[in-house]
């Protein structure tokens, strides 16, 4: 009998040490699981997405080495902050300075009057040239109301947007773009952002792509510094 303790005590000291290894080895697996997750969403975060830029509006030197992309919901009341918030930091610190030009694309989901507004701008763009386009696009997010339940309306209507076009061009420009529009002259335009959307994932406006990665940074001094690294490598 009292030889049989030690046995006893060496079985659970083994049992106990058996039990120790597989606690390590399972917390050894779980971490290589993380850290594998986490450098399959880091590189998928830094992924620069094949992005068509021809014949797109945008603002700035054409040879700048870093293209900024915002797509965006003429209905979307985010994208409207920042049009009037972010924007203007963009074209004052980054655009003046010759590091980036600022592209616009679209992103029209909420409701039919995103299409139609979209549809709009791209054919001002084409019939009347990019200081044109740049000017309606503005005034398209100053008219959004501030209530969001208008989401839910046909807010961008005909009527209004025809009256929205008189304000930045002649009655003959406006006729032009009217009668362009009515045609769909230019509806595979939109169509064309809409397959970017798709190609490069974008799931929500505005999300900004700056040389074809998307940005995920909280404010602006983030996007600045992604702007300045992505300058420097190019």
Not at 5 to 15: A, E, F, G
Not at 118 to 143: I, M, P, Q, R, S
Request: hydrophobic share 35%; with cysteine; charged share 30%.
């Amino acid at each position: 009998m009292t030889m049989a303790k030690p046995n006893i005590k060496v079985k659970k000291t083994r049992s106990n040490q058996s039990s120790k290894i597989m606690f390590w080895v399972l917390a050894l697996i779980f971490v290589c699981f993380l850290a594998l997750i986490f450098v399959v969403k880091n590189s998928g975060s830094t992924e620069a997405s094949a992005i068509n830029y021809t014949d797109q509006p945008f603002i700035g030197d054409e040879s700048a080495p870093v293209s900024i992309v915002e797509f965006g919901d003429y209905k979307c009341p985010y994208c409207k902050d920042f049009n009037k918030s972010f924007k203007p930091l963009i074209e004052k610190e980054l655009v003046e300075t010759g590091q980036a030009k600022f592209y616009f694309m679209n992103y029209s989901f909420i409701n039919v009057d995103s299409t139609r507004a979209a549809k709009y701008a791209e054919t001002v763009y084409h019939e009347l040239g990019n200081n044109a386009y740049w000017k309606f696009h503005n005034l398209l997010y100053d008219k959004q109301p501030d209530d969001p339940s208008y989401e839910q309306i046909d807010f961008y209507t005909d009527s209004l947007l025809k009256e929205t076009l008189k304000e930045i061009a002649t009655d003959e420009e406006a006729a032009k773009v009217t009668d362009a529009v009515q045609k769909g002259s230019y509806d595979d335009e939109w169509d064309k952002d809409m397959s970017q959307v798709k190609e490069a994932g974008i799931e929500s406006t505005p999300t900004i792509l700056v040389n074809g990665k998307k940005f995920e940074g909280q404010d602006f001094n983030d996007l600045k510094e992604m702007v300045e690294k992505e300058a420097k490598e190019n």
